[in-house]
Structures are given as C-alpha cells and as structure tokens.
C-alpha cells in the first residue's frame, strides 16, 4: 500500500541519547517535511526538504538534524535528547514544494516520543 | 507576523445540525490555505485547499470552506455534521519568507453528539 511509514511507533529515551526517527516513503514525493504536535500549539515544522539533496530549517530546527540522500528517506536526528523535545513526531510528503500546484500534505502514523 | 489562528479549541455540534469551524488568518501576499483533519492516533489528512477563483471550496467527505477576504477568515462548514465527523481540525496557511512553508493552526476538536 503506498504511503508513508515512520519507525518506531513509540520510544522512551533517557535523556542525553541519541535517537534517530525513520520516515519512508513511497510515492516518489519531491517534498518531505518532519513536524512535532504538542498540545495546544498545532503541528509545528521542523525541518523540511523539497528535493533529494537540499534540506531548510522550519520553525523549531534547534537539537534536530536532517538529511536527504535519496528521494524515499528522510531520517530526523536528534543528537542529545531533552526532556522538551517530548512529542509526537509526524513525517509528511507532498509532490511538489510548498506554495506549489500539487503541494497537498500527506502524512505518515506519527512517532510518540518521551525524553526523560 | 504571518500567522493563522483557530480561535476555538473545541465546537459541539448535535448530529445532522450544520457545524462552523473558524479560522482567521494573517499573510503578506494572497492568501493560500488549507484544511486537514486528524483521527485518533493517525496523522492529517488533507480536505480541501483555497488558491484562487470561487470563494466556496468543496473537499472531502462533505465539508466544504468558505474564503472571505475581508474578513481573513477560512471557515470550515458542513450542512449536516455526523458522529463519524468527530476528530481534529487543523487549519493552514503558506507563508512566505526565505522560502514557502506551510503553518499549521493550532486545531480545533469537534464533537459531534448522537
């Protein structure tokens, strides 16, 4: 079934680890897009990439990195987890850029994470 | 600031009444917007979007949006709401400033009673 798949479902993580999030997908999608949801403040973007090979900064890009090597991928790092980067972490796609004609979002199941 | 705003974060509607979610917005530029709706546990998926031409939209499962400039309003609305309506709402906007991206609000909860 096509579509986008995020790995693990869920994780709890000591603080000061590293953790990497998996996003795949497989509608040969341009754009792909990482978004933490808390409570209150919505969806809010973090990292994003309208091409395999380029990567920009969202609204929140502080203690997470990406990378694009090719088209399906694109893992979300953070390097040394804190407890305020608790959340749950959606990974989206969308044929073309945003601002673009076929810029409509879609999402994967989402990843739940807790930082203690 | 460009920003979009979802001034309530909950609306009860009784089924087959007609429901309103509000959304009001702030951009430089003509205004690009979006609905996406949440189920339990599942991530967004996308409703409907204004770019351009009419301003009523029609998108998924019934709902339909209504643009109004002067107001920098995008509500949501269907005329009949169902139980099966029940979810998350999220408004949207494209926003402009080293490159285009997409902000979200901040969501709104509708309930629907049977």
């Known amino acids: 079934i096509a579509g986008i798949t995020q790995a693990p479902t869920s994780q709890i993580l000591a603080a000061g680890r590293r953790m990497t999030l998996r996003c795949t997908q497989d509608m040969r999608h341009n754009a792909m897009y990482w978004y933490r949801q808390d409570l209150g403040l919505g969806l809010r973007l973090i990292h994003y990439?309208?091409?395999?090979?380029?990567?920009g900064k969202g609204e929140v890009p502080d203690g997470y990195s990406v990378s694009r090597a090719n088209t399906d991928d694109f893992p979300l790092t953070l390097a040394s987890a804190v407890p305020s980067q608790t959340s749950v972490y959606f990974c989206?796609?969308?044929?073309?850029?945003?601002?673009?004609?076929?810029?409509?979002?879609?999402f994967g199941p989402g990843t739940r994470l807790t930082v203690l | 600031a460009q920003s979009v705003a979802q001034p309530e974060d909950q609306v009860n509607v009784a089924e087959g009444n007609p429901l309103t979610v509000k959304c009001t917005y702030s951009v430089s530029g003509n205004p690009y917007l979006f609905w996406y709706v949440q189920y339990p546990n599942r991530g967004l998926q996308f409703l409907l979007k204004y770019i351009t031409g009419d301003n009523l939209v029609k998108g998924s499962y019934g709902f339909e949006a209504e643009f109004n400039k002067s107001q920098t309003s995008f509500h949501l609305k269907k005329p009949s709401a169902l139980v099966s309506d029940s979810a998350l709402y999220f408004c949207?906007?494209?926003?402009?400033?080293?490159?285009?991206?997409?902000?979200f609000g901040s969501g709104t909860r509708l309930s629907i009673r049977p």
């Open positions: 989206a796609s969308s044929e073309g850029p945003a601002g673009g004609p076929k810029d409509e979002q879609f």
């Open positions: 949207a906007v494209r926003v402009y400033s080293s490159a285009s991206k997409i902000i």
């Open positions: 990439s309208n091409t395999a090979g380029t990567t």
